[in-house]
C-alpha cells in the first residue's frame, strides 16, 4: 500500500533537508515517491498502478505519494515542474527523476533497473 507523506513525515523517512546539506536517505528499503495532485488526470491513472505495484513489491521497496497542493514546499525542493513525477531512490547513491504518467510495464522495468539491481 502507497503511504501519503507530509513534510514531516517526508523529513523523518526520506531526507531531512532542513538539517542535511548533503542527500542522505533515511529509509532501509529503496523507495518511489509519486509527485501528483488530485485534480491531475495522468496522476489518477498512475495512482492505481502504484498502488498495485507497493503490493507486488511488498518488502522490497517503499512508495510514496506526496500531494503537490497539500505540500507545495517538498514539490519546490524537489523542483517540480510537472505532475505527475516520479523520484526514485535507492538505498544508496543519488535519487533520479521521472517525469509523465508511465505505464505499468515501463514503471516496473525502472524499479528493476533503478532500485532492485542496487539493492541485490
Partial sequence: MTEHLTKETFLE???DYEK???WKYQGKLPALIDFW????GPCRIVGPILEELSEEYAGKIKIYKVNTDEEQELG?????????SLLFIPVDGQPKMA???LPKETLKQAIEKELLTQAA
Fill in 20 to 22: 542535511n546539506q548533503e
Fill in 37 to 40: 495532485a488530485p485534480w491531475c
Fill in 99 to 101: 517525469v509523465g504518467a
Fill in 76 to 84: 519546490a525542493v524537489f523542483g517540480i515542474r510537472s505532475i505527475p
Fill in 13 to 15: 523517512k526520506v531526507f
